[in-house]
Every structure is written in structure tokens, then in C-alpha cells.
Nanobody, 117 residues
Framework: QVKPVESGGGLVQAGGSLRLSCTAS????????MGWFRQAPGKGQEFVAS????????VYADSVKGRFTISRDKAKNTVYLQMNSLKAEDTAVYYC??????????WGQGTQVTVSS
């Protein structure tokens, strides 16, 4: 199974910003949504944000509303997660999920985001 590819994680101070990228893979014509999830040490996976592949709908977790923005570059088959006003509690491995019709969800390898307080 071909997986989406994430990039853009790193170390940032509290209050700073990072932008994550996720490039969809395979037959993107079957895509209907892309989403971001995260998992902090010792915690379960948490939904962060999602966007329909055509870009007409976005959903955010309450914990990131007003700080994070999901967007898409259709020509590059890439979805971005702009993260502003980062907090220590945003520290986690961030995963991209690609949802396609007629195929199981595909997950990226994850990218580490560390916010120092």
C-alpha cells in the first residue's frame, strides 16, 4: 500500500509556528478526505483536523481551533497543517491520513513536533 508522506516537524518554542506537509500518494482521484492526527507520549491517538479532498469542508478539534489551519495545494496533491501559537501540550507525533473510496485509509510514517516551554 502506498502511503502519504509527511514533512515539516521539528523543535519550536512555545508561541512559535510550524507548518506540516502531507503529500498524497497513489490514485488521488479516489481521495475524498485528508486528515491530521497526533499522538503524545503515553496518550492515545487524537484527531487534529481534516479537510475534504475538494476543499469544501474542514473540521478541527476544539483544542486547536483558532490556532491551526488545514489547507490544500491541489496541483501538488499536498495538504498542509499550519500550526500557530504552539503550546507544550501540542508536542506529539503528527500523522497524516489519506482516505480514498474503495480502499483502506492510508497513514503516513509520522513527523515529530516538539514544543519547548
Amino acid at each position: 500500500q502506498v502511503k502519504p508522506v509527511e514533512s515539516g516537524g521539528g523543535l519550536v518554542q512555545a508561541g512559535g509556528s510550524l507548518r506540516l506537509s502531507c503529500t498524497a500518494s497513489g490514485r488521488t482521484s479516489r481521495n475524498y478526505a485528508m486528515g491530521w492526527f497526533r499522538q503524545a507520549p503515553g496518550k492515545g491517538q487524537e484527531f487534529v483536523a481534516s479537510m475534504t479532498w475538494n476543499g469544501d469542508s474542514t473540521v478541527y478539534a476544539d483544542s486547536v481551533k483558532g490556532r491551526f489551519t488545514i489547507s490544500r495545494d491541489k496541483a501538488k496533491n499536498t495538504v498542509y497543517l499550519q500550526m500557530n501559537s504552539l503550546k507544550a501540550e501540542d508536542t506529539a507525533v503528527y500523522y497524516c491520513r489519506q482516505s480514498s473510496n474503495g480502499a483502506p485509509d492510508s497513514w503516513g510514517q509520522g513527523t515529530q513536533v516538539t514544543v519547548s516551554s
